[in-house]
Every structure is written in C-alpha cells, then in structure tokens.
C-alpha cells in the first residue's frame, strides 16, 4: 500500500504554532512515529503553504501512479479553496479529508469545508492522531 499525506499551509509549524489547539508536539517527529508504526505502508509526504502546489501534486499523483490514497490536511483552503475541491473531483485516487482540530467546535467560518463533499471521508479533532485513523480508514 502507498500513501501520500499532504498538509497545507501552515502545518509545517505544527509543534510550534498555537500548541493550545494543535500540540507541541513536531509534525516531523510525528510523522516518523507514524511512519515506524505501518512499517509495511509505503508513505510519501508533501507540505505546502501554496495553493496551486497543492494542485499540482494532485495532478501529478491522481492518475494511475499505483497511489493507494491520500490523507490531505488542506489548512485553511479547506475552507476556502473550490480549486482543491475541483482537483480532487478531477482525480481518481481517493482522498481523505483530516484535521488535527474539530473544526466544528472552533470558529464559525471553520465549521464549512470546499473539500468534504469529493473526499472519501473526514477525520477531525483527534489532534495528531487524525492521520493514523486516515491510515486506518484505508487499512480497512
Ligand atoms: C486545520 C484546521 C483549519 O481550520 C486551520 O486553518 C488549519 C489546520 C486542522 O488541522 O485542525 O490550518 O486544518
């Protein structure tokens, strides 16, 4: 199995930023952990705080590459990027849609996401761990 995780903008501070809501966790060291943990999943990552990177990285790996699936945080551009959304429409790799956040209980502009309705799935509120459960949704 082959995994790509993308996070969007901002997420390269995780462990830094705003540790209240998102930890202190490092996202690199997090995702080590995660990596060690499915030692039998071949993962790659991607971060990006730009828009269009996050495009073209779906179009580059949305057409049959042999991907098994994508967990992507997209940040703020979850809620507010039609494009991301087109992107993931257009592809045929599934996607899962994840946040370290519950988005829901956070600011009312949060509680809508462009991307829900063409990913797979959702996965929000469980801090770091939305990723394994993303891992895990494709497990299953
Ligand atoms: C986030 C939630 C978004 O609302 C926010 O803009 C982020 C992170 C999360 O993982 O909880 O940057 O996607």
Redesign the pocket.
Known sequence: MNLLIIN????NLVGRREPG??GDKSIDSYLESLYHRYSEISFEYFQSNHEGSIIDKLHEVGFNTGLTGIIL???????TSLAIADAIAAINVPVVE??????HA?EEI?HHSMISPVCRGVI??FGLD?YRLAVESFIK
């Open positions: 969007g903008p901002n997420l809501i998102y945080n997209a940040g703020a551009y979850t809620h994840v946040h370290i956040s519950n988005v956070r949060r929000a509120g939305s």
